[in-house]
């Protein structure tokens, strides 16, 4: 069995799988629990596509038992789906799956979990007015009656909960559960499945430093325990922190499988996006003008009433790029909806010195717009397009209003915009430049391409730039980041939201670090070290920051 | 990505869908005993083949074109109305009031007043299940329903106990006067001599022709209609614009209403003279099969409304000569419901497959 | 207004309250799956006239009964087609089933029986006949508690019974057992339900052939048991009645029993006192006839407490992106 094996791995292109055979692989294993034998999962040759999109292309990983392997690459390099494969959520097109030697089929998630797999999903499949409990057993209930169960579960938690430190309250409602308890709840589920083979994707996507810990730690007990488990995180540190070996994803290929103590950060980098990453752009230093926007004590709660912006105080001179940093759901998007008009809040947001309405009728997009606010939302898909309409009309989409493309007092000037469309598509080199094509079948580049365009031509005061290149090829990427600094350089104040570290330190001026809706320093970018901000990013302070001239750090407050 | 042509879209699969409508409904013909061949040949003299046939098929489209238009201008707004029947109901109480309030000298200032009078009870009509969908988050399928029913009781206490002259036992209005009967196909010039006196199809027909310009118009070239287009397609987005959702949901929602209302210019004001019990009969849910296999285009709407006119005036003629009764017609518009709209993908997903699979085919060729 | 008056009133109520109630609870099912049904109307309609057709050809009610069920789970079987296997518009699917059954009982009725869309009378054992309680006659002349019994518990046909057994069954089967446990799940988040490997489909489908079932008796037992046989028409609304109880109730079994009867109620009232004298105004008989659609305006409006739909309800599940 082992020559088919090692000849089926042989046929793979993924040429740096370094595992030959067994025993080689197992080195690479954790010494804790060094297991013999086969692997635990063995991919072989994956393909699916959706529609026209390849999303995995010939793919083959194998992973040793007790260890924790990590699968790495950008937004839409296709991990989530080959993940979704391996637990029976969709169906590959081609290829094999191995768990423990044997071939399996997985057609749907009872296989999986009735081969020993448990996946934590990015989004968590959770009945939201359900018990914990409830939500433990569903699926995986003993007879046609729950109360056994229940109680069977009960016990089984609570046992659990004190093996793993994973407490949760079994009789609240998942709603008021805090997201890091959630999470527990995934991985609780999976474990009371007895699943020995846990999948985790973009696990710490939704959670604070301390709660990303207290996994790890729950992820090390496991791995000692000789479970095996599947990282897939797009986040180096955490793939350098606690994997033995990693697998290295782009557009649908595994590039690379590597033992994560033989490689580097840089070299893994380099490997996701195909060539050295140069996220160094040609720009000269800033020459700020006059304050634009000031910001003063902002708050804004969310609909549950939770206080998502605790008095956010920043200030945007002319030509200059502030920076926001911090990890996803700090308040950095609730701050692109409030200066954009989409949330309301309290507290003071002058532009030019004007004071703007942050309630009421005047605190829209529309009343934004008029101020000479431009906004590259953070998500386009959702956001900034509609998919279904035409470039044309997504080219003035938000400034539909403007007189400029209305024809007379009733009807818009639809042939006026459709010239306009053609220009600025030739413009910003929007491929293919068709005005009448829906927005729906350009690539991720393109479409941001039409959105940047649509927003820059207006010549904002202040101009709010969400993820501007989330999902964007690199060519793009580049394209981009100079329109960015063109019109910094013709005088727009620009405030720029990023959880990818090296686009802020790319293009900023100067930064402001968020954490749980503060913001926890600000100061210049050439000053701000890689441990300084991340601390700040973990909402802490310290030691760390003191090297970093010019800035200014938040007193620490008690978190609550 | 779009690899089906546009007229697979709008013609051939909606044609297919009817295709199969009809294909059934002559099963279901066959089982109860008749000829459908023959039923087809029944319906297709009756309503087309003489001008007494087309005046009665006209004045049914007529009533169709506006509450297809309703279901289809709340459809750009992603909201299904389905009170059209109550909202043209409203709309018959507005149209009533209005004539029977003041004697008016001629049937343009009539009809112009009506018109209004129509319109603003259908709007008012929906405006309700429109604010609470809007401000509370009501469903608007529930809320409408309900209205249906609840406009229903308000015209039945209003026949019975407002509107019913002194002395009638018939819960209707008394007669509107002479000078407010519209013109019919048989008072115009040079076609009026084939048209008898009888034939209901009247210069409604011809508002209901401007009606569907003038959405066309509204969708496709005013800011509200791209407003109304983008908050459908995208709640999201229309936030991130400035676009309000509640502006959008009652601007839809009153022209819609307010479309449903104007039917009752034709069915009411045009044909009846008064104002009875369920003068709607139905059109209000036929405006739903109209707007679908109309693909919520006005032109589409129009066609698809004269093709419900035909159904709706053949089935009758069904009904007097053959057996089979005029419910057939509703089987078939149940029919056309089920297949252009909940069964849509039945058909649209292997045809564009198929041609998604042919255009892939040709790039590697 | 004397007591035996009351008890005519009450007992009338219960009569018109069992048809809602079952579909109520057949609806209840299939909300709870996250398919929406705006069809029961239809669904009953057609268990009303293939119950009353076969009831009358053969004479017995069981049978008319078999053939109701079927012809309202053949309907349930088109919408849950349309809804899960094909993922249309639910409600659009909806409104199809009951134009479907509003022509298709009529022309059948017309082909088969020639009296103008309706079935033969019913007689004898081709009604449900009233059931008479073991004692009823017995404590008739107990004051106030014996008329309870033998005049408003005593004496309704075995669907009357049957529907208000549904409500606890429902119940416990809902919050009991796991089969309640994954439908409610699977109309709250089906995602949840489809990793943990439970067939999303086969639960749906599940759901609205209960549906079927259930809306099927309350047409069974209105062409043979309210009436005796079938008439064009014939639910005349009480399939959106039913709706309107099941939001009121917010998508709960004892609740449902509620909203139902006092629907059931205020429809005898308004049969029997067409309009209602308060003094200051007099309620029209079309204002009783409004109120339950008024009422259900209110409660969606969310000024008496918000209904939540389930989840998920109206959506189809699409897994594949």
């Known amino acids: 069995m082992s020559t088919t094996e090692s000849n089926n791995a042989g046929r793979q292109a993924t040429a740096a799988l370094a595992t030959e055979n067994a025993s080689d692989a197992a080195e690479a294993a954790h010494a804790a629990a060094t297991p013999t034998g086969a692997p635990a999962i063995e991919l072989k040759g994956i393909s699916k596509a959706f529609g026209t999109v390849q999303a995995n292309k010939d793919i083959s990983i194998r992973v040793m038992p007790g260890t924790i392997h990590g699968i790495i690459g950008e937004n839409g390099a296709g991990k989530s789906t080959l993940m979704s494969i391996l637990y029976g959520f969709y169906k590959a097109d081609a290829g094999e799956i191995w768990i423990k030697g044997k071939h399996t089929h997985i057609p749907d998630s009872q296989a999986a979990i009735s081969a020993g797999i448990g996946m934590v999903f990015q989004h968590f499949k959770l009945v939201q007015n359900f018990t914990v409990l409830e939500n433990i057993i569903l699926g995986a209930e003993d007879g046609a009656l729950l109360r056994p169960s229940l109680s069977k579960a009960r016990k089984e938690l609570k046992r659990l909960a004190e093996e793993y430190e994973l407490n949760v309250d079994p009789d609240e409602k998942i709603e008021e559960l805090s997201v890091g308890h959630q999470q527990r709840v995934e991985i609780l589920k999976a474990l009371y499945r007895q699943a020995d083979i846990l999948i985790l994707d973009e696990p710490t996507g939704v959670l604070t430093p301390a709660e990303a810990d207290h996994l790890f730690r729950i992820l090390d007990f496991l791995r000692k325990e000789g479970k095996t488990i599947i990282l897939i995180t797009h986040k180096l540190r955490e793939i350098m922190e606690i994997t033995d070996t990693v697998s290295v994803m782009r557009r649908g290929e595994m590039t690379a499988t590597v033992k994560t103590a033989e490689t580097s950060p840089e070299q893994l980098a380099e490997l996701m996006v195909g060539r050295k990453v140069l996220l160094n752009v040609d720009k000269t230093p800033a020459q700020p003008g006059k304050t634009v926007l000031e910001v003063e004590n902002l708050r804004v709660k969310d609909e549950d009433g939770i206080e998502r912006l605790k008095g956010i105080n920043l200030e945007i001179r002319a030509g200059e790029i502030l920076g926001i940093a911090g990890v996803a759901g700090n308040g950095q998007s609730e701050l692109l909806e409030i200066l954009g008009g989409f949330a309301k809040g309290t507290g003071h947001i002058r532009i030019n010195g004007e004071e703007i309405d942050l309630t009421g009728k005047h605190s829209d997009g529309q009343s934004r717009r008029r101020r000479g606010i431009s906004h590259v939302p953070e998500d386009r898909h959702s956001l900034g397009l509609i998919l279904d309409f035409a470039a044309w009309e997504n080219m003035v989409f938000g400034y539909h209003s403007d007189p400029a493309y209305q024809k007379n007092r009733f009807v818009m000037d639809n042939a006026g915009i459709v010239a306009h469309t053609a220009e600025a598509m030739e413009r910003f080199d929007v491929r293919p430049p068709i005005p009448t094509l829906p927005a729906k079948s350009f690539s991720g580049g393109n479409q941001q391409k039409i959105v940047l365009a649509r927003e820059i031509e207006r010549n904002p005061a202040l101009l709010l730039v969400g993820q501007p290149t989330r999902g964007v090829d690199i060519g793009a990427i580049e394209f981009i980041h100079k329109r960015i600094i063109e019109l910094r350089d013709q005088g727009a104040a620009i405030l720029l939201v990023s959880v990818e570290l090296d686009e802020i330190r790319a293009l900023s001026d100067r930064v402001a670090v968020m954490f749980d809706g503060q913001v926890m320093g600000i100061g210049p970018v050439e000053t701000a070290t890689q441990t300084g901000m991340g601390c700040l990013m973990a909402g802490m302070g310290g030691e760390d920051v003191r090297g970093m001239d010019g800035w200014t750090i938040a007193a620490p407050e008690e978190s609550q | 990505m779009e690899k089906t042509p546009k007229w697979v879209d709008v013609a051939l699969i909606p044609l297919l869908n009817l295709l199969i409508a009809f294909v059934i409904s002559g099963i279901v013909v066959l089982l109860i005993g008749e000829d459908p061949i023959k039923a087809i040949k029944v319906m297709v003299s009756g309503a087309l083949g003489s001008p007494y046939g087309w005046g009665y098929t006209l004045y049914y489209a007529t009533n169709f074109i506006f509450t297809g238009l309703a279901v289809a201008v709340a459809y750009h707004a992603s909201q299904f109305n389905i009170g059209g029947e109550g909202q043209a109901t409203l709309g018959g109480l507005g149209v009533a009031l209005v004539l029977l309030a003041f004697p008016w000298p001629h049937w343009t200032i009539a009809l112009i007043a009506a018109m209004a009078g129509g319109a603003i009870f259908g709007a008012a009509w929906a405006a309700i299940p429109a604010y609470l969908q809007a401000k509370r988050g009501s469903h608007i399928v529930i809320t409408t329903i309900m209205f249906n029913f609840i406009g229903a009781a308000v015209l039945n206490y209003m026949l019975v106990n407002v509107l019913r002259p002194r002395g009638s036992m018939d819960p209707a209005t008394a007669r509107f006067g002479a000078s407010t009967h519209l013109p019919t196909f048989h008072d115009f010039p040079l076609v009026g001599q084939f048209f008898s006196k009888s034939v209901p199809a009247n210069v409604s027909f011809f508002v209901a022709i401007l009606a569907c310009y003038l959405v066309w118009v509204l969708i496709w070239r005013t800011k509200l209609g791209f407003e109304i287009r983008a908050f459908g397609r995208s709640e999201s987005a229309a936030r991130y614009a400035g676009i309000s959702p509640v502006k959008i949901v009652m601007a839809a929602m009153l022209i819609s209403g307010g479309l449903a209302g104007l039917m009752a210019i034709n069915n009411v004001m045009g044909e009846a003279h008064r104002l009875v019990l369920n003068s709607v009969e139905g059109a209000g849910f036929i405006g739903i099969a109209v707007a679908l296999m109309g693909r919520n285009h006005p032109f589409g709407v129009f066609l698809a409304a004269l093709l419900f006119g035909f159904l709706y005036q053949g089935g009758g003629e069904l009904a007097l000569e053959t057996t089979i009764p005029r419910e057939l017609i509703t089987v078939i518009q149940a029919l056309v419901i089920l297949f252009t709209g909940a069964f849509d993908n039945m058909l649209r997903a292997p045809i564009e497959s198929f041609f998604v699979a042919r255009a892939n085919a040709r790039k590697e060729a | 207004m004397d007591f035996g008056t009351i008890i005519e009133i009450l007992d009338s109520a219960v009569r018109l309250g069992t048809p809602l109630l079952l579909a109520c609870l057949a609806g209840l099912f299939s909300e709870r799956a996250g398919i929406f049904d705006i069809g029961l109307e239809g669904k009953m309609l057609m268990a009303a006239f293939f119950s009353g057709a076969v009831a009358a050809v053969t ?263």
């Not at chain 3, 004692?135 to 208000?164: K, M, R, T, W």
């Not at chain 3, 099941?246 to 029997?272: C, Y």
């Open chain 3, 59 to 321: 004479g017995n009610a069981w049978l008319g009964l078999l053939a109701g069920v079927g012809g309202s789970m053949s309907l349930a079987f088109v919408h849950g087609l349309a809804s899960i296997t094909f993922r249309g518009n639910q409600l659009i699917s909806g409104v199809a089933v009951n134009f479907l059954a509003s022509g298709f009982t009529v022309l059948i009725a017309q082909s088969w029986f020639h009296q103008g869309g309706r079935t033969p009378q019913l007689s004898g054992n081709g009604r449900f006949d009233p059931i008479t309680l073991p004692g009823a006659e017995a404590v008739q002349d107990v004051p106030f508690l014996g008329p309870i019994y033998s005049n408003l518990i005593s004496g309704h046909s075995i669907l009357v019974y049957v529907a208000f057994a549904m409500v606890p069954i429902t119940w416990w089967v809902l919050f009991r057992t796991r089969f309640g446990l994954r439908l409610r799940a699977v109309g709250e988040n089906p995602e949840s339900v489809d990793t943990a490997g439970i067939s999303v489909i086969r639960m749906r489908y599940t759901a609205v052939a209960i549906t079927g079932v259930l809306a099927g008796l309350g047409g069974v037992y209105l062409a043979t048991g309210l009436a005796a046989g079938f008439v064009k028409e014939m639910t005349a609304g009480r399939g959106y009645i039913a709706l309107a109880a099941l939001i009121f109730a917010k998508w709960r079994p004892v609740p449902a029993l509620g909203a139902t009867m006092l629907f059931g109620l205020l429809e005898a009232i308004s049969n029997r006192y067409p309009n209602i004298d308060l003094g200051v105004v007099t309620l029209p008989i079309q204002f009783m006839q409004a109120v339950p659609y008024i009422l259900t305006v209110i409660i969606l409006a969310g000024f008496i407490g918000k209904a939540i739909p389930p989840r998920a309800g109206g959506q189809p599940y699409v897994k594949e992106r």
